[in-house]
T-cell receptor, first 114, second 113 residues
Framework: KNQVEQSPQSLIILEGKNCTLQ??????????LRWYKQDTGRGPVSLTI?????NTKSNGRYTATLDADTKQSSLHITASQLSDSASYIC?????????????FGRGTQLTVWP | EADIYQTPRYLVIGTGKKITLECSQT?????MYWYQQDPGMELHLIHY???????EKGDLSSESTVSRIRTEHFPLTLESARPSHTSQYLC????????????FGEGSRLTVL
């Protein structure tokens, strides 16, 4: 069964600290892995997209890694800011159909305290 | 910032009412999607469209219907709303080429009393 599991479910850190969010997946055949940031009451916004051949991609203070062998990804946030408080969603796409079906994780709720 | 718009942002209605959630994008994207999201849960695809006059049901069964008469417009309709339809509805679009990156609207929060 194709699944995307994220951990931790929630995380609280102090402003300025770093943190790492985890994503494990069982989706096969794998096509791409995406990380989205979703502020409360808003739509998700794309942070990174990685294909099978990429093992790291950065977007400012956000760095995503991908290990396609172990089917794991992480999102590292450096020097956290209050505006980083949001839900971070891991999404894995397959290539088993023309649609390229997407499998969504439930997200990690990050809270950054001053 | 993505040019995809949803209205209304918030809607509270009584059971049995007909509602239409609007979604418009100005990016010329051919693919559009409707997702349903409950608090703390993953997004579920309920409808998608590959272009004008093309609509398909998604993974999650939904009593809603959609239409795609124009490329930029993808409205979702509930003929008779029920409390079980209370949820967040997210519209998204993606361009014809590239990695299929999704651009989401801000969402429509529907509450049915």
């Amino acid at each position: 069964k194709n699944q995307v599991e994220q951990s931790p479910q929630s995380l609280i850190i102090l402003e300025g600290k770093n943190c790492t969010l985890q994503c494990n997946y069982t989706v096969s055949p794998f096509s791409n892995l995406r990380w989205y940031k979703q502020d409360t009451g808003r739509g998700p916004v794309s942070l990174t997209i990685m294909t099978f051949s990429e093992n790291t991609k950065s977007n400012g203070r956000y760095t995503a890694t991908l290990d396609a062998d172990t089917k794991q990804s992480s999102l590292h946030i450096t020097a956290s800011q209050l505006s980083d408080s949001a839900s971070y969603i891991c999404v894995v796409g397959d290539r088993g159909s023309t649609l390229g079906r997407l499998y969504f994780g439930r997200g990690t709720q990050l809270t950054v305290w001053p | 910032e993505a040019d995809i718009y949803q209205t209304p942002r918030y809607l509270v209605i009584g059971t049995g009412k007909k509602i239409t959630l609007e979604c418009s994008q100005t990016m010329g994207h051919d693919k559009m999607y409707w997702y349903q999201q409950d608090p703390g849960m993953e997004l579920h695809l309920i409808h998608y469209s590959y272009g004008v006059n093309s609509t398909e049901k998604g993974d999650l069964s939904s009593e809603s219907t959609v239409s795609r008469i124009r490329t930029e417009h993808f409205p979702l309709t509930l003929e008779s709303a029920r409390p079980s339809h209370t949820s967040q509805y997210l519209c998204a679009s993606s361009p014809p080429n590239g990695t299929g990156e999704l651009f989401f609207g801000e969402g429509s929060r529907l509450t049915v009393l």
